[in-house]
């Protein structure tokens, strides 16, 4: 599956990168506590997420993650958005919490959409 697929299936609006949604994802990571990203998460994952600060596109790039998803209609804060560009960093935003988001991505990831 796409990121693309994902995007259009959860409805979420793509904030940077758009030209990146082609991407295969390969499975999802859900944290907040960026060491537990770095120590857990695997390249090709899409990544669930409340935080909006830049530091997530360095730990997006490090891990090779597919795109990132922040939850609870939160927005990336204006340096985020530009460092993301560079480094080519899809980030999408969903307006559920992180529970709905999650469970909707699994379902779809593993066919039970």
Known sequence: MTLKEVVEKLHL?????EGQLQRDIAGGYAGDLLSDVIAHS??????????????????AVLKEIAGIIIVQGRQPAEETIQKANEEQVPICV???????????????VNGNS
Do not use: C, F
Request: cysteine-free.
């Open 13 to 17: 609006s793509v904030r940077t990168a």
């Open 42 to 59: 695997t390249s090709g994952d899409v990544w669930v997420t409340m935080q909006v600060h830049v530091n997530i596109v360095a730990v």
């Open 94 to 108: 969903s307006d559920l919490p992180a529970y709905e988001t999650i469970g909707k991505l699994y379902a779809l």
